[in-house]
């Protein structure tokens, strides 16, 4: 979160400022990433690496499309995913208005 934050701050870009701060306030525990140890012969402190590492994932979406279902004679959406922890299956069910 630091990383990424103080790269963007150096950009010269209106109300970051603002952002920055209510980010810092609102995420105590910084932004969730989850990221496989690299290895050790790699240098931890590469602005480039991060920056590439960053950008990869902030380019996708978060959720695949083919995770989402829509039934449309019950108004509900079914979704799914694998949670990183354990590679647990996790499975919704939920109405349009609270997806």
């Known amino acids: 979160m630091y990383q990424i934050l103080d790269f963007l701050s150096k950009q ?3 109300s970051f400022n603002y952002l920055k ?4 306030k ?10 496989k140890k690299k290895e050790k012969d790699n ?5 480039d690496d991060c ?7 902030t380019s996708r979406p ?6 989402i279902k829509y039934e449309d004679d019950k ?5 799914w995913y694998n949670r990183h922890e354990g590679e647990k299956y996790i499975e919704v069910y939920e109405s349009v208005e609270n997806f």
Do not use: H, S
């Open 12 to 14: 010269e870009l209106e």
């Open 21 to 24: 701060q209510r980010f810092y």
């Open 62 to 67: 978060p959720m695949a499309e083919n995770c």
């Open 43 to 47: 240098d931890d402190n590469n602005v």
């Open 26 to 35: 609102e995420l105590v525990n910084g932004f969730y990433v989850y990221a």
């Open 75 to 79: 108004k509900m959406i079914r979704w």
């Open 51 to 57: 920056v590439n590492y960053i950008t990869r994932y």
